[in-house]
């Protein structure tokens, strides 16, 4: 009798444990909750629609400040706000969350994971940023830089529990939003190139914060055996000693549940290291790399996968967003999945199936001319894999489009794509594969890369309407700059964006008709969202330029480091905040200083170790605004100040990594070589004035 009660009191908590998972579920997915923006991508099918209409293409003219939040201490700001409850949630620099009443900014708790103090060494570049975090009954998640995935309470912020999710001996890292469904949170990681990695995600136990399953994205050694059927699957598309050099595939971002058919699809990484002859010196298709992999959310076990890049060899990884819809195809409703993985292709793929229904560019495409039905499979352009000299291929490998947010719209049937127009000269002949056959401790990309003469267009970025249905470009808005932010899409009729520029746009979501704009003054990296409280539809921003490669290119675009502030900005029909306005862009004059006698070979050594401190000082040595302009530090002029911050780490706490294992020489070689550009700089200026 005992055995009985226990095994229906048993019964019971998992019933009623599994019927709130349901329900916390359907709340996430409820797409008629305008109050609130529960998950990364507003709901669960990650459309970033927002059923909201009084701000629309009439009213939108009216919209205001309605309150701002500075945020002096902050510096990169990428992520999408959670507004539950009335409570405004983000993440910002060094992993910091903060909680504020999302009617007046009024800060109600923040949680700083000390990231400095967690931090291993080669895992710098990025460590300040964060793209989101995640919500589950009650819980905000967060993932830090280094591994740690932590769940909070959302009331107080008090942390609830921790666990590290990366081995610390492994060169991985977070910048991605964990994903909370089904009484779960999953996380994975980047890394692809940095060493030799096996991608994965985790899932845990969003209660308890207990590992609940784990899927690795490509097979290990198979004489260690495989985890599970679906890596023997993929096993068998690999050749050579592949799990010597790790494989890659690392999961960084797009991470949809569908809640209407208990899927989760995981968009996965590119190959590392990049030339597949290195990687997979045979050839094969490499599963399940730059692949949209559909698994059980109970157990992580395989359902199907479709792979948009078949044997990668360009950083395509399928890591973009996976937007969810039901969708008219041959007057059909089709649940669908749309996709714009960095290879410039639109995806559109039946969900229930995994079989695709169509795909077209969105971009031009030198790699494949196009997209078999069919077989589902590319053609892939012979000239395209470059072992024999040098290839001009676009897109980039910053894709045509990243992880800057898609939205689809489902009243005009468009998806605004945040895109990317870049070409790169690829060139594999002067790469010797034994060396990685030595030391496949290497990692890297094995491939030479360059910037070609000219580019596909004479505009570097764009947002474009994409119709799903037909795959064809409804309108397009050229941007100048590359690196423009993430979209939001309303029922007013509306799009938003903000640009590396700096403006916050809103156009006519059927026509690309700008209706309104607002001067940030500070590149805008994050994407907007959109909530409505006591009457009142505010649109929520964060402005501070950032992310993996802003820093890259030769141009400043006048943000500077310490001089504009970074800030959340709330907008309304209402708004009668005044917020000060932002110092112009302003361009550094580098330091020439004649007293210091360049050494030519240190500086050739010194830009051989800037690599490591590119992504926030800048390409070129030009600062973006992440971190100080180098060529314009006093403190790159004296050898104990340099040393006392880049190896002694004395500015840790405010983002600056130590570089513990350089020596006395190495530093000396960064200063040289900084010199040397800021020379050089200091002259391309003074000719330019004499023209
Ligand atoms: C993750 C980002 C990041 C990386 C990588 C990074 N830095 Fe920094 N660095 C910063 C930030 C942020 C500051 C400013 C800290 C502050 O507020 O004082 C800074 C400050 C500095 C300063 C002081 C400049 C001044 O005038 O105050 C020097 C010198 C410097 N970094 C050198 C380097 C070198 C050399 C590397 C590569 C070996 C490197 N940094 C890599 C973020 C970074």
């Known amino acids: 009798m005992i055995f009985k009660n226990t095994f229906f009191s048993l019964m019971l908590i998992i019933f009623i444990t599994l019927s709130c998972a349901v329900d916390e579920d359907r709340k996430l997915a409820d797409e008629s909750n305008t109050s609130e923006w529960l998950a990364y991508g507003r709901t669960h099918s990650e459309q970033r629609f927002s059923p909201l209409q009084d701000i629309d293409t009439t009213t939108v003219k009216n919209l205001r400040v309605d309150w701002y939040l500075d945020l002096p201490n902050d510096v990169a700001l990428v992520s999408t706000p959670l507004v539950i409850d009335g409570i405004l949630y983000f993440t910002g620099t060094m992993n910091r969350v903060r909680a504020v009443n999302a009617t007046n900014g009024k800060l109600v708790w923040e949680f700083d994971p000390e990231v400095a103090k967690y931090i291993g060494t080669d895992r710098k570049p990025g460590w300040t940023q964060s793209r989101g975090i995640s919500y589950y009954k009650g819980k905000i998640f967060t993932a830090t830089w280094e591994g740690r995935l932590i769940a909070l309470d959302a009331k107080t912020g008090e942390p609830l529990w921790s666990v590290l999710t990366i081995d610390p001996d492994k060169k991985m890292s977070i910048t991605g939003a964990p994903k ?3 009484g779960k949170v999953l996380i994975g990681n980047g890394g692809s190139e940095a060493a030799p990695n096996r991608g994965y995600v985790t899932a845990y136990d969003a209660e308890t914060g207990k590992l609940a399953w784990r899927f690795y994205i490509v097979p290990g050694n198979p004489a260690d055996g495989f985890e599970s059927e679906a890596m023997k699957m993929a096993a068998e598309t690999w050749t050579g000693e592949w799990w010597k050099y790790g494989g890659g595939g690392n999961a960084w971002h797009g991470f949809t549940y569908d809640e209407e058919l208990h899927t989760l699809y995981i968009g996965t990484g590119n190959g590392g290291p990049w030339n597949p002859k290195v990687r997979s010196e045979g050839g094969g298709d490499n599963l399940f790399l730059s692949s949209i992999v559909a698994l059980n959310p109970d157990n992580g076990s ?13 950083d395509y990884n399928s890591n973009m967003d996976i937007v969810l819809a039901t969708i008219k195809i041959k007057g059909k409703d089709t649940k669908v999945i749309m996709h714009a993985p960095k290879n410039g292709f639109f995806y559109v793929i039946n969900r229930e199936t995994g079989k ?17 039905v069919i077989t589902g499979k590319p053609k892939i352009n012979p000239n ?13 490998p910053h894709g045509a489009h990243s992880w800057h947010a898609m939205s689809f719209n489902p009243q005009t049937g468009l998806a605004y794509i945040p895109t990317i127009h870049d070409a790169a000269i690829f060139d594999a002949s002067k790469i010797n594969v034994n060396d990685w056959k030595v030391n496949p401790g290497k990692g890297g990309i094995a491939v030479g890369l360059s910037d070609p003469d000219s580019l596909p267009r004479p505009y570097k970025g764009s947002l474009q309407a994409w119709n799903p249905v037909t795959q064809t470009l409804a309108w397009i808005v050229p941007h100048q700059e590359v690196w423009n932010a993430g979209t939001l899409t309303t029922a007013g009729g509306l799009v938003f964006q903000g640009t590396a520029s700096g403006m916050f746009h809103a156009y006519n979501a059927y026509h690309g008709d700008m209706l309104w704009t607002f001067d940030a003054g500070l590149g805008i990296s994050a994407p907007p969202i959109t909530y409505k409280i006591k009457g009142r539809q505010y649109i929520a921003l964060l402005v501070g330029w950032g992310g993996a490669f802003a820093g890259v290119g030769n141009k400043a675009l006048g943000w500077d480091y310490n001089r504009q502030t970074r800030r959340l900005l709330v907008f309304s029909l209402d708004g009668k905040a005044n917020v000060p306005s932002q110092p112009p862009p302003y361009f550094v004059t580098p330091i020439v200083d004649m007293s210091f006698k360049i050494d030519d070979n240190l500086a050739s050594r010194g830009r051989d170790l800037y690599w490591q401190c590119f992504n926030c000082h800048g390409a070129h040595v030009i600062a973006k605004g992440m971190a100080p302009d180098l060529r314009a530090s006093p403190i790159a002029l004296s050898e104990e100040a340099f040393s006392l911050i880049v190896r002694n780490g004395a500015k840790v706490n405010m983002g600056m990594p130590a570089y513990k294992e350089l020596t006395d020489n190495d530093l000396k070689a960064l200063m040289h070589f900084i010199r040397k550009i800021a020379n050089e700089s200091e002259t391309v200026s003074s000719v330019k004035g004499s023209m």
């Open 180 to 182: 909370a469904f089904a």
């Open 302 to 314: 395989y359902k199907w996968h479709y792979q948009t890049t078949p044997g990668d060899a360009w």
């Open 356 to 372: 695709l229904i169509s795909a077209k560019p969105f971009v031009e495409t030198t790699w494949a001319s196009e997209i078999d």
């Open 384 to 396: 395209a894999r470059y072992d024999s000299g040098s290839v001009y291929i676009t897109p980039s």
